[in-house]
């Protein structure tokens, strides 16, 4: 994205001392697990005691002044003892302070306001984001390989994800280019590269279970229909010319179905390759969600941090992933596996093992969700055998753009994370023990989303709680909205990402 600066804004509470603070002058919000929180003007961080200490206000849970220290309207300072509150105690920081002042691994949730950006403004809901962006050379350029732990969108749902980095090439001296080009705060705990020696033209896949396979011999499809009719131009080559529909203007959670085909002339085990991304349905999904929490949004996530909140149905799970279905020997369609991942950035491959030996014309079935995915590559292959990776940490990280003072000691050791922000980008190096590989990008954390001022003007707690506990039919009344705004999403998401100048 175009943007020179990010100016930020507050969020204003309904207290009458607290909203008399100017916002021009920093505060923090520090959510405790117990459900208060702690109105700071004047703070820093006690890092040796692991500490926040600071002035300003305490208030309980309904948001009533218990205490103050010092004169919250002008900010003034008074020789009493400042609040110090324990990190282990905070849920989640929020501030108007962004990146890098604050304690490195916190929660902090900042907020930014319309200045991001042309592509933005027009589409909010298409913004740029998403989680670490991996980069690695594919022997010629810099390419777009692997986004790290997509859907771990908060410290909760941290998690770890592999991808496969399909088109790098390896080398001894391996390097990934780690970027975070969105209006987030990203929270790595460990990016490890998983290794696989290979021969010839083998190459090694792993399945929605997490197990690795070797193959060799993939076979192209010699056909593909869909509802919109022949498909095989589209996923023959990885070439990301893609197969993908148009979400259900009446419901977005409407199935489709792919045929494809192939001719297997041996027997033997096969899996099918599926290289595949998201399209934008869930971006504005989560967006959607966090607009309509609105003003209220720390205060949303504090709850989910806390695990105060329970809802029904996941509206990302109603959507589902991509199944896929072989026949038997009647003819009967029998789910072979399903995958399922978050992620519009990074083209990902996956393997579906078959469960029988296939021969002669064999015909799949793909059911998945209208509008949901973007598929740029199908093939079968013959699976040689299982096998198991080696690990390989970084031995040396270098700054390109950023402020960690020792990126790789972050990255390697335990309970301790890289954090980045919008613009820092790192150099990650790697040595690896053959240079004809395989290689996968195995990495965990969490990241944490910017609050936009167009988001928040669109607070509504009741589509907010048809959303999380109706997602059935929250899908339906939000289709009209989401098919506005479908053509031009791919574009504002391309032309919006992040960079420092």
């Known amino acids: 994205m175009s943007c020179a600066t990010v100016p930020v804004r507050r969020e204003t509470k309904k207290v009458n001392e607290i909203a008399n603070i100017d916002p021009s002058f920093k505060y923090i919000k520090a959510h405790l697990l117990d459900g208060n929180v702690y109105i700071l003007y004047d703070w820093h961080f006690d890092t040796t005691a692991n500490l926040l200490n600071g002035y300003g206000s305490f208030l309980d849970i309904n948001r009533n002044i218990i205490s103050s220290r010092g004169n919250v309207k002008y900010r003034a300072k008074t020789y009493i003892e400042p609040y110090k509150i324990d990190i ?7 501030t108007n302070v962004p990146g890098p002042s604050l304690a490195g691994g916190l929660t902090v949730v900042t907020g930014v306001t319309a200045g991001i950006g042309v592509y933005c403004l027009i589409n909010p809901k298409a913004c740029f984001g998403s989680c670490p962006t991996f980069y690695a050379s594919n022997g010629d350029t810099l390419e777009i390989q692997a986004e790290g732990f997509s859907s771990s969108i908060s410290p909760s749902l941290e998690k770890n994800d592999i991808d496969m980095l399909y088109t790098a090439r390896a080398k001894n001296d391996f390097v990934l280019v780690v970027t975070n080009e969105a209006l987030e705060t990203h929270s790595i705990r460990y990016a490890n590269v998983l290794v696989f020696e290979k021969q010839n033209d083998e190459r090694v896949f792993h399945s929605p279970e997490g197990i690795f396979y070797k193959t060799k011999g993939i076979l192209p499809p010699t056909g593909c229909h869909n509802n919109n009719g022949e498909c095989l131009a589209e996923v023959v080559n990885v070439d990301r010319i893609e197969l993908f529909s148009l979400a259900d203007p009446d419901n977005l959670d409407s199935k489709e179905e792919i045929i494809v085909t192939f001719e297997v002339e041996n027997d033997g085990k096969v899996g099918l390759l599926i290289g595949k991304r998201q399209t934008l349905l869930t971006t504005f999904l989560m967006y959607q969600g966090l607009a309509y929490m609105g ?15 329970t809802t029904g149905e996941n509206i990302f799970g109603l959507l589902g992933g991509i199944e896929v279905f072989s026949k038997d020997t009647y003819g009967n369609w029998i789910l072979e596996g399903e995958i399922n991942e978050t992620g519009p950035i990074a083209t990902d491959f996956n393997i579906i ?14 059911r998945l969700n209208k509008g949901l995915w973007r598929i740029d590559y199908l093939g079968l292959a013959t699976i040689s055998e299982q096998v198991a990776p080696i690990l390989i940490q970084p031995y040396q990280v270098e700054t390109i753009t950023g402020t960690e003072t020792f990126p790789l000691s972050n990255l390697i050791e335990n309970n301790k994370y890289l954090v980045t922000y919008p613009g820092d980008s ?8 053959f240079e004809n590989a395989e290689l996968f990008l195995d990495s965990q954390g969490f990241y944490l989303e910017w609050i936009r001022d167009e988001w928040v003007r669109e607070q509504n707690f009741r589509k907010l709680n048809l959303m999380f506990n109706r997602p059935s039919q929250y899908l339906k009344v939000a289709a009209p909205e989401y098919k506005k705004i479908e053509p031009f999403m791919e574009e504002t998401f391309w032309n919006s990402r992040y960079e420092k100048r």
Do not use: C
């Open 295 to 309: 003003e209220s949004t720390t205060y949303w996530m504090a709850e989910f941090e806390r695990n105060k909140i």
């Open 88 to 94: 282990s105690d905070i849920s989640l920081l929020e």
């Open 353 to 366: 093992p078959l469960a029988n030996n296939q021969h002669g014309e064999v015909e799949l079935k793909l």
């Open 426 to 433: 790192y150099r990650i190096k790697y040595r690896l023990p």
